[in-house]
């Protein structure tokens, strides 16, 4: 399964380019060769007029680890073509519990071309963007097990387009997208602290960059995949503190599978998924400055798609075949759901407004007739400025507490009374993550951490585990 993953506008401002996949975010403090928040240093690229860093020293403090390019970076992102790129990897390893010890490795590159179609043109005829992506590796989940990937970034491993679209302010009311997209970058996903996404602070794929169960429980289309769509925005105050949105999105099962990398059709499609959201916003200009920043988003979603009910996924809890010819599938058609969410930046340092804590928190509702997780939470709390000499370093600490469909709890309950042994009650899975992430440059992230899960697989079948995990992330 993706990262996923942004609900615009959130810190940034009306028109700007910005990153809109959860990997780039989770390691990227600033867009490549722009400049920061007022009253904040951007560290300078020492590169203008060479393809190579003067020295190590000026290597190491660029914004970008292959630099300006001669110059050519500038001059592109003035012309309206911003190029950026990056390296991400998960590594993750269980020395204890679980039904076997493993270590996975896996790993993304990406390519991330954003057009400003009014720089190119002179009209003001909106953005355009392309991304590209390429996973490989293995993932630890599926060794565990675990309902959520306890690597953010592990599926679908292939080259594939990721987005291609075309956004468009119409002016400070309505802002619309269409194209090839996907529901995480604008339904009940992060927010931003510091350029950062903040629910992409952590590994496990249960948070990063989203709340995991929607994905479980309907069509929501996730990152990196691309799905035919388009959403429109609302600003009734003409300004981003309130917002009213809504989307449509292809359902598509198969779009995931390695040879779908590029499908761009409607063929396989079961239906149509179409979330809306309001969003409250409120705060200062940016996050260094005024007041706190705090964001309110409610929303739900209907998927036209016709699907087997909830009785179809016990075979993911590792039921015999012999017995799950007696459950009780049936079809359904149309599922539902619905989200809060709520973050906020707790505090900022007085002396050194780059430093300070911000915390998220959710709480997703799934339909009980088909959703397999009916009930998810999830939270997290991250400190940016660890040391005196450490302002871009981060601690994170979060939790995610999934819930089984009861129905299946009390099927295979039912089936334990009736003499049948060696089947255990799905009921829940629940996990713990603490992570130091470390910026030796600006364009380079280092994150070493740990994960607890409780009842991993949503059974207690098998000893809980404990996760030691590393990430690794270069902004090309």
């Known amino acids: 399964m993706a990262s996923a993953g942004g609900s615009f506008p959130q810190k940034t401002s009306w028109g700007r380019i910005r990153p809109t996949h959860p990997v780039m975010q989770s390691i990227q403090l600033y867009p490549p060769a722009a400049s920061g928040p007022a009253g904040v240093t951007v560290p300078s690229d020492t590169t203008e007029d060479s393809f190579f860093p003067a020295d190590f020293h000026s290597w190491l403090t660029q914004s970008t680890m292959t630099g300006n390019w001669h110059g050519w970076r500038t001059w592109l992102m003035n012309k309206g073509v911003n190029i950026s790129g990056h390296y991400f990897e998960d590594s993750a390893g269980n020395p204890m519990g679980g039904k076997s010890q493993n270590v996975r490795y896996a790993h993304e590159v990406g390519i991330n071309v954003d057009f400003d179609l009014k720089k190119l043109t002179g009209y003001q005829i909106g953005l355009f963007h392309f991304i590209v ?50 529901a995480e970058t ?105 007041p706190l920043q705090t964001n309110v988003k409610v929303g739900g979603y209907w998927d036209t798609s016709e699907v ?27 599922r539902f759901g619905g989200w809060f969410q709520f973050d906020r930046m707790l505090q900022r340092d007085q002396n050194d407004s ?86 030796p440059t600006p364009w380079l992230l280092i994150r070493p951490g740990a994960q607890y899960i409780w009842s991993t697989g949503g059974t207690n079948r098998y000893k809980n585990p404990i996760i030691v995990d590393a990430e690794a992330g270069i902004t090309l």
């Open 308 to 334: 087997s009910n909830v009785y179809s996924h016990l075979s993911t809890f590792d039921i015999p075949m012999q017995y799950l010819v007696t459950a009780p599938v049936s079809n359904v058609r149309g």
């Open 133 to 182: 992506t390429s996973r490989a590796g293995l993932g630890l989940g599926a060794k565990l097990p675990a309902l959520d990937s306890p690597q953010e970034i592990y599926g679908s491993p292939t080259v594939r387009l990721s987005l291609l679209s075309w956004e468009m302010p119409w002016n400070h009311y309505v802002r619309t997208s269409v194209g090839e997209i996907n």
């Open 186 to 290: 604008d339904f009940e996903t992060w927010s931003y602290y510091w350029g950062m996404n903040n629910y992409c602070q952590f590994q496990s794929n249960a948070i990063c960059g989203m709340p995991q169960s929607i994905a479980f429980n309907s069509g929501y289309s996730y990152y990196p995949t691309a799905h035919p769509g388009a959403w429109v925005k609302f600003y009734p105050a003409g300004n981003d503190h309130y917002s009213v949105q809504f989307g449509a999105y292809s359902v598509d099962p198969t779009i995931a599978n390695t040879h779908n990398g590029w499908k761009m059709n409607l063929h396989g499609a079961t239906g149509t998924f179409l979330p809306f959201q309001l969003v409250w916003h409120q705060g200062g200009k940016d996050d260094y400055s005024g």
């Open 354 to 439: 780059k430093r300070g804590t911000s915390f998220f928190g959710s709480f997703t509702w799934g339909d009980p007739r088909t959703s397999v997780a009916p009930y998810f939470v999830d939270w997290g709390l991250t400190r940016k400025g660890t040391f005196a000499s450490r302002p871009d370093d981060t601690i994170s600490l979060g939790m995610k507490f999934l819930w089984v469909n009861p129905k299946l709890t009390n099927w295979v309950r039912e089936l334990q009374a009736s003499g049948v042994t060696g089947v255990y009650k799905p009921t829940g899975e629940h996990a713990i993550e603490l992570n130091y992430g470390w910026r």
